[in-house]
Nanobody, 126 residues
């Protein structure tokens, strides 16, 4: 059974940094050409944060996190990471890791991802 398990969330102050990790297991990680991170704040819809496309190693970010967050993928270790720098209160939410193999035009759309993790909470105090 394919699984994604996130870790690394926590309570931090504005300006701090975190590194989220996502471990893939139960299948062939190489089959998933796209990995992404989404987040959901309380009472709000889930939103795209970042994605990594294995073909070419391209990365994609939401405008709100561009320049502050960095997504990476370690194929040898079946891991996906999200570095979060200069965190702000509006970054608070549950962060989800996801994997898929969709086309580029759907890379920011959660419904096109095939596997999801359970989420890890990030809380940023002002």
């Amino acid at each position: 059974q394919v699984q994604l398990v996130e870790s690394g969330g926590g309570l931090v102050q504005a300006g701090d940094s975190l590194r989220l990790s996502c471990r893939f297991s139960g299948g062939r990680f190489s089959m998933y050409g796209v990995v992404g991170w989404f987040r959901q704040a309380l009472g709000q819809e889930r939103e795209f944060v970042a994605a990594y496309r294995r073909s070419g190693g391209y990365t994609y970010y939401a405008d709100s996190v561009k320049g502050r967050f960095t997504i990476s993928r370690d194929n040898a270790e079946n891991m996906v990471y999200l570095e979060l720098n200069d965190l702000q209160p509006e970054d608070t939410g549950v962060y989800y890791c996801a994997a898929g193999d969709q086309v580029l035009s759907a890379i920011r759309i959660g419904a096109h991802y095939k596997v999801w993790g359970q989420g890890t909470q990030v809380t940023v105090s002002s």
